[in-house]
Protein backbone atom coordinates (compact mmCIF):
# COMPACT_ATOMS: atom_id res chain seq x y z
CA UNK A 1 0.00 0.00 0.00
CA UNK A 2 1.55 3.83 -1.22
CA UNK A 3 0.07 6.30 1.18
CA UNK A 4 0.92 9.74 0.65
CA UNK A 5 1.47 12.49 3.52
CA UNK A 6 -0.34 16.24 2.02
CA UNK A 7 3.50 17.90 2.71
CA UNK A 8 1.93 21.66 2.10
CA UNK A 9 2.17 22.36 5.90
CA UNK A 10 1.72 20.92 9.19
CA UNK A 11 3.47 18.26 11.07
CA UNK A 12 4.23 16.22 7.90
CA UNK A 13 7.52 14.51 9.62
CA UNK A 14 5.63 13.31 12.46
CA UNK A 15 2.72 11.45 10.37
CA UNK A 16 5.60 10.09 7.81
CA UNK A 17 7.62 8.60 11.09
CA UNK A 18 3.96 7.31 12.67
CA UNK A 19 3.68 5.65 9.40
CA UNK A 20 7.11 4.33 9.31
CA UNK A 21 6.65 2.89 12.64
CA UNK A 22 3.38 1.04 11.27
CA UNK A 23 5.26 -0.65 8.60
CA UNK A 24 4.28 1.53 5.83
CA UNK A 25 6.59 3.93 3.63
CA UNK A 26 4.97 7.10 2.93
CA UNK A 27 5.59 9.39 0.25
CA UNK A 28 5.80 13.20 0.71
CA UNK A 29 2.71 14.24 -1.93
CA UNK A 30 2.96 17.87 -3.20
CA UNK A 31 2.04 17.64 -6.39
CA UNK A 32 -0.67 16.19 -8.34
CA UNK A 33 0.54 13.24 -10.16
CA UNK A 34 1.99 12.15 -6.97
CA UNK A 35 -1.74 12.45 -5.78
CA UNK A 36 -2.90 10.19 -8.25
CA UNK A 37 0.01 7.68 -7.42
CA UNK A 38 -0.63 6.56 -3.78
CA UNK A 39 -3.81 4.32 -2.59
CA UNK A 40 -3.96 6.18 0.38
CA UNK A 41 -3.62 9.83 2.13
CA UNK A 42 -2.99 11.32 5.06
CA UNK A 43 -3.98 15.36 5.94
CA UNK A 44 -1.65 16.26 8.72
CA UNK A 45 -2.68 19.09 11.61
CA UNK A 46 -1.33 22.73 10.96
CA UNK A 47 -3.63 25.63 9.86
CA UNK A 48 -6.38 24.63 7.50
CA UNK A 49 -6.81 27.77 5.55
CA UNK A 50 -3.11 27.59 4.88
CA UNK A 51 -2.72 24.16 3.44
CA UNK A 52 -6.09 24.54 1.59
CA UNK A 53 -4.35 27.70 -0.12
CA UNK A 54 -1.18 25.62 -1.09
CA UNK A 55 -3.19 23.15 -2.32
CA UNK A 56 -4.63 25.09 -5.02
CA UNK A 57 -1.07 26.97 -5.57
CA UNK A 58 0.54 23.72 -6.27
CA UNK A 59 -2.93 22.50 -8.43
CA UNK A 60 -3.48 19.43 -6.00
CA UNK A 61 -6.97 20.95 -4.62
CA UNK A 62 -9.21 19.28 -7.11
CA UNK A 63 -7.24 16.44 -7.92
CA UNK A 64 -7.46 15.56 -3.86
CA UNK A 65 -10.66 16.18 -3.74
CA UNK A 66 -11.82 14.15 -6.54
CA UNK A 67 -10.12 11.07 -5.40
CA UNK A 68 -11.67 11.70 -2.17
CA UNK A 69 -15.51 11.97 -3.36
CA UNK A 70 -14.18 8.38 -5.44
CA UNK A 71 -13.35 6.64 -2.13
CA UNK A 72 -9.24 7.18 -1.67
CA UNK A 73 -9.31 6.22 2.16
CA UNK A 74 -8.31 9.42 3.87
CA UNK A 75 -7.00 10.19 7.30
CA UNK A 76 -6.79 13.66 8.60
CA UNK A 77 -5.89 15.41 12.36
CA UNK A 78 -7.20 18.50 13.53
CA UNK A 79 -6.25 20.67 10.42
CA UNK A 80 -6.75 17.52 8.32
CA UNK A 81 -10.10 17.04 10.15
CA UNK A 82 -11.22 20.77 9.02
CA UNK A 83 -10.28 20.02 5.41
CA UNK A 84 -12.18 16.75 5.47
CA UNK A 85 -15.42 18.12 7.14
CA UNK A 86 -18.40 18.47 4.26
CA UNK A 87 -19.57 21.96 6.47
CA UNK A 88 -17.38 24.36 9.05
CA UNK A 89 -18.54 26.31 11.26
CA UNK A 90 -16.16 29.53 12.18
CA UNK A 91 -14.55 29.20 9.03
CA UNK A 92 -12.40 32.14 7.56
CA UNK A 93 -14.29 34.04 4.76
CA UNK A 94 -14.07 31.74 1.69
CA UNK A 95 -12.35 28.62 3.41
CA UNK A 96 -12.41 25.65 1.00
CA UNK A 97 -12.57 22.29 1.88
CA UNK A 98 -11.77 18.43 0.27
CA UNK A 99 -15.00 17.74 1.64
CA UNK A 100 -15.50 13.94 2.30
CA UNK A 101 -16.88 13.21 5.96
CA UNK A 102 -21.20 14.23 6.10
CA UNK A 103 -19.70 16.20 9.37
CA UNK A 104 -19.96 19.83 10.44
CA UNK A 105 -16.94 20.96 12.57
CA UNK A 106 -16.17 23.79 14.79
CA UNK A 107 -12.77 25.17 14.21
CA UNK A 108 -10.95 26.44 17.21
CA UNK A 109 -13.61 24.72 19.34
CA UNK A 110 -11.39 24.16 22.39
CA UNK A 111 -10.04 27.05 22.31
CA UNK A 112 -6.78 29.17 21.19
CA UNK A 113 -3.40 28.02 21.55
CA UNK A 114 -3.28 28.49 25.48
CA UNK A 115 -6.21 26.05 25.89
CA UNK A 116 -3.98 23.15 24.35
CA UNK A 117 -4.15 20.07 26.15
CA UNK A 118 -3.87 16.68 26.80
CA UNK A 119 -5.93 14.15 27.74
CA UNK A 120 -6.44 10.00 28.15
CA UNK A 121 -9.37 8.87 25.98
CA UNK A 122 -11.65 5.96 24.53
CA UNK A 123 -11.01 5.00 21.19
CA UNK A 124 -13.29 3.10 20.27
CA UNK A 125 -11.69 0.40 18.19
CA UNK A 126 -11.77 -2.87 20.34
CA UNK A 127 -9.45 -2.13 23.00
CA UNK A 128 -10.13 -1.10 26.46
CA UNK A 129 -6.68 0.90 26.40
CA UNK A 130 -6.98 4.51 26.62
CA UNK A 131 -5.23 7.05 24.00
CA UNK A 132 -3.25 10.06 24.75
CA UNK A 133 -4.73 12.67 22.75
CA UNK A 134 -2.77 15.86 22.37
CA UNK A 135 -5.69 19.10 21.30
CA UNK A 136 -3.87 21.84 19.39
CA UNK A 137 -6.24 24.50 18.93
CA UNK A 138 -8.46 21.58 17.97
CA UNK A 139 -11.94 21.66 16.11
CA UNK A 140 -14.89 19.30 17.47
CA UNK A 141 -17.65 17.96 15.82
CA UNK A 142 -21.21 19.16 15.76
CA UNK A 143 -22.99 17.00 13.19
CA UNK A 144 -22.66 13.52 12.61
CA UNK A 145 -24.44 12.53 9.10
CA UNK A 146 -25.75 9.49 7.88
CA UNK A 147 -23.42 6.36 7.91
CA UNK A 148 -20.61 8.40 10.28
CA UNK A 149 -19.69 6.37 13.63
CA UNK A 150 -18.44 8.37 16.43
CA UNK A 151 -15.18 6.69 17.75
CA UNK A 152 -14.08 8.91 20.20
CA UNK A 153 -15.94 12.07 22.85
CA UNK A 154 -14.51 14.59 25.02
CA UNK A 155 -17.39 16.40 26.91
CA UNK A 156 -19.81 14.82 24.85
CA UNK A 157 -18.15 16.41 21.83
CA UNK A 158 -17.22 14.09 19.00
CA UNK A 159 -13.06 13.63 17.97
CA UNK A 160 -12.88 10.91 16.25
CA UNK A 161 -15.29 10.09 13.44
CA UNK A 162 -14.72 7.75 10.35
CA UNK A 163 -16.77 6.80 7.45
CA UNK A 164 -16.21 3.44 5.39
CA UNK A 165 -13.00 5.02 3.98
CA UNK A 166 -11.98 8.29 5.98
CA UNK A 167 -10.92 8.50 9.72
CA UNK A 168 -10.52 12.02 11.15
CA UNK A 169 -9.73 13.00 14.38
CA UNK A 170 -9.66 16.67 15.86
CA UNK A 171 -6.40 15.73 18.43
CA UNK A 172 -2.76 14.66 16.98
CA UNK A 173 -1.78 10.94 17.41
CA UNK A 174 1.57 11.69 15.61
CA UNK A 175 2.80 13.86 18.84
CA UNK A 176 2.42 11.16 20.97
CA UNK A 177 4.43 8.07 20.27
CA UNK A 178 1.44 5.78 20.03
CA UNK A 179 1.04 4.50 16.82
CA UNK A 180 -2.85 3.12 17.64
CA UNK A 181 -4.76 5.49 15.61
CA UNK A 182 -2.40 5.25 12.37
CA UNK A 183 -2.51 1.45 12.50
CA UNK A 184 -6.09 1.78 12.85
CA UNK A 185 -6.26 3.67 9.33
CA UNK A 186 -4.04 1.55 7.78
CA UNK A 187 -5.74 -1.47 8.78
CA UNK A 188 -9.83 -1.14 9.42
CA UNK A 189 -10.09 1.96 7.38
CA UNK A 190 -7.31 1.82 4.20
CA UNK A 191 -6.84 -2.18 3.37
CA UNK A 192 -10.46 -2.81 3.53
CA UNK A 193 -11.64 0.28 1.74
CA UNK A 194 -8.91 -0.73 -0.95
CA UNK A 195 -9.84 -4.32 -1.00
CA UNK A 196 -13.54 -3.75 -1.46
CA UNK A 197 -12.62 -1.28 -4.53
CA UNK A 198 -11.26 -4.25 -5.91
Partial sequence: MKVGVLALQGDVREHMSALIACGVEPLAVRRPDEVSHVDAMVIPGGESTTIAQLARIFGVFDVMRERISKGMPVYGSCAGMILLAD?????????????????????????????????????????????????????????????????????????????????????????????RIHRYFIEEVARVAIQQVK
Fill in 87 to 179: EILDAKAGQETFGGLDITVRRNAFGRQVDSFESDISFRDGSTDLIRAVFIRAPWVERVGVGIEVLAEVDSHPVAVRSASVLATSFHPELTGDH
